[in-house]
């Protein structure tokens, strides 16, 4: 039988793209003042596995992944979402935004995005904000599932699996880590 137990304490990630290198680290700056340091940035990255975004940003798309520091209550993962939608457009010139940020969070077994789309894989959470489980840990490594966005296993996967050597290595000295059944 199972009894309720709080649930871990999540590593706070994001996925920043647009045209402009200083518009993402413009976001990036944001972002540090609400999820804190950074302890993990990627290179910069081609967007360029798909042109759904071809119509409101152009095209050369650039993207940054980014693990912060300390944890994220994953019950607190609506309020990011809604705080990175507000920082989109405080961006936004004439009405287009200059960023996408995709806020999710990392956990040993699974890595979670946020987003106002629904859709048949998405969990609604509240406040119009769902959970789409992006990846799953197990062999050793992230996973894709089938609608795991193709950037997010071609370069995400092996950032992640840094992130997360990272992030257990946070739990163990929080003493949250090995998981306790």
Same mark, same amino acid.
């Given at each position: 039988?199972?009894?309720?137990?709080?649930?871990?304490?999540?590593?706070?990630?994001?996925?920043?793209?647009?045209?402009?290198?200083?518009?993402?680290? @413009?976001? *990036?700056?944001?972002?540090?003042?609400?999820?804190?340091?950074? =302890?993990?940035?990627?290179?910069? $990255? /081609?967007?360029? &596995?798909?042109?759904?975004?071809?119509?409101?940003?152009?095209?050369?798309?650039?993207?940054?992944?980014?693990?912060?520091?300390?944890?994220?209550?994953?019950?607190?993962?609506?309020?990011?979402?809604?705080?990175?939608?507000?920082? @989109?457009? *405080?961006?936004?010139?004439?009405?287009?935004?200059?960023?996408? =940020?995709?806020?999710?969070?990392? $956990? /040993?077994?699974? &890595?979670?995005?946020?987003?106002?789309?629904?859709?048949?894989?998405r969990i609604y959470l509240s406040q119009g904000v769902y959970a789409d489980l992006t990846l799953i840990f197990e062999r050793?490594?992230?996973?894709?599932?089938?609608?795991?966005?193709?950037?997010?296993?071609?370069?995400?996967?092996?950032?992640?699996?840094?992130?997360?050597?990272?992030?257990?290595?946070?739990?163990?000295?929080?003493?949250?880590?090995?998981?306790?059944?």
């Amino acid at each position: 039988m199972s009894h309720p137990q709080p649930s871990l304490p999540a590593k706070p990630i994001a996925s920043i793209f647009g045209r402009r290198e200083e518009s993402i680290e @413009e976001a *990036l700056r944001a972002l540090k003042k609400v999820l804190g340091p950074v =302890i993990l940035k990627s290179s910069w $990255l /081609p967007f360029d &596995l798909t042109n759904y975004y071809q119509p409101e940003f152009g095209s050369g798309l650039k993207r940054l992944f980014v693990a912060f520091a300390g944890f994220l209550a994953q019950e607190d993962l609506p309020r990011l979402k809604h705080r990175t939608y507000e920082q @989109e457009m *405080l961006l936004s010139v004439a009405g287009r935004r200059q960023v996408n =940020i995709d806020p999710g969070y990392l $956990l /040993p077994e699974r &890595l979670v995005l946020a987003t106002f789309k629904n859709y048949s894989h998405r969990i609604y959470l509240s406040q119009g904000v769902y959970a789409d489980l992006t990846l799953i840990f197990e062999r050793g490594s992230y996973r894709p599932l089938p609608w795991t966005y193709p950037d997010y296993v071609r370069d995400g996967i092996p950032f992640f699996n840094k992130v997360r050597q990272l992030y257990v290595e946070e739990l163990k000295k929080e003493g949250l880590w090995p998981l306790k059944a």
